[in-house]
C-alpha cells in the first residue's frame, strides 16, 4: 500500500487550502472527500469573502476546485471516510470503497446541517428552503419568511433577516426562546418578527419553491403562507469516524492553536473544530494552518 505524506479528509475551504499550500510544499498528498466546496457550495450570495466584493457560493466552490486541480492533487471523490486510526509512525484511513496510509492527516470534513425531519424538506432544499440566513439572506428580500429554532443561531439569523425581510416568523419548540437575552429581547420586540413557541414544522409546502408551511401551535396545525425557510436548529460535525479523536460536548474536534488533535500526527481544520465562529475565510485560513503544523510534524520526524 502506497504510504502518503499526507491525507486530507474533506474538500470544503480548510481541506482545498491545506492541499493547496501541502502541494507547495512538494508533499506526497491525498484528498479524500465525497464533494467538492463543502458549505461553501450550498451558499448562496457571498459578499465577505476578501478579493471577491460578490459571488456565489457555487462560483466559489468551483474557484477552489480550480485552484487545487492546477497542482494536479490527487483527489477521491465521491469516497467517504468510515475510520481513522493511528498505527505505530502512519495512520490507517478507511473509506466506503478502500483504504489508505499516511504519515499525517488533516480532518476537515466540516459539518452537516441538523434537518428538521418534515415532509417537503427534502423537495425543497435550495428551493426556498435553505440552512444559512447569513449565506442566503439577501436573496429573500422584502418577502415573508420563516426561521426555525429558538437558539441563538437562530436568534442571530432573525436579527439578519429583520433588515431585509417583509415578514419573519420564528418557529420554536421550546415554551420560549432560548439564547442571549439581549438577542432575545430584540427579536420578541421587533414588530415584523412573529414568534411560535411550542411549534414545530409538520410540513413544507410549495410548488416549483416554497410558498408555505404547516405548523402545528401547541398541538393546533395551521398553514403559514412564507416564500422562505431558513433551518437553524443546529449543525452536526462530521466527526463519526474519528473516533479517537478528543471532543468537546457538541462533538466538534479539540484543537490547540496549531491544529494539533490529541493524537501526534494527526490535525483538524475549519468548522469541524471546536474553533470559534464557523466562516468560509476562517476555515481557509485554519487549512493553511493545520498543512504548515503537518509539514512541521513531517520534518521533526
Known sequence: MNVYDLIIIGAGPAGITAAVYAAR???????????????????GDIENYTGYQFISGPDLAAKFEEHMKKYNIELKEGETVIDLKKLVDTALIKTNKGEYRAKAVIVASGKRSRELGAPGEKEFKNKGL?????????????????????????????LQMVKIAKKIYVVNNAARLGGDPIMREKVEKDPIVTVFNESRVTAVLGDKFVNAMKIAVSGEERTVNVQGIFVEIGLIPNTDFAKDLAKNEIGEIRVS?????????????????????????????????????????LSEH
Do not use: H
Request: with cysteine.
Open 25 to 43: 510544499k512538494k508533499m506526497n498528498i491525498l484528498v479524500i472527500s465525497p464533494d467538492i466546496g463543502g458549505q461553501a457550495a450550498w451558499s
Open 257 to 297: 492553536n496549531r491544529n494539533q488533535t490529541n493524537i501526534p500526527g494527526i490535525f483538524a481544520a475549519g468548522d469541524v473544530t471546536d474553533v470559534p465562529e464557523k466562516q468560509i475565510i476562517i476555515a481557509a485560513g485554519e487549512g493553511s494552518k493545520a498543512c504548515l503544523s503537518a509539514f512541521r510534524y
Open 130 to 158: 435553505t440552512y444559512c440566513a447569513t449565506c442566503d439572506g439577501p436573496l429573500f428580500s422584502g418577502k415573508d419568511v420563516a426561521i426555525i429554532g429558538g437558539g441563538n443561531s437562530a436568534l442571530d439569523a432573525a
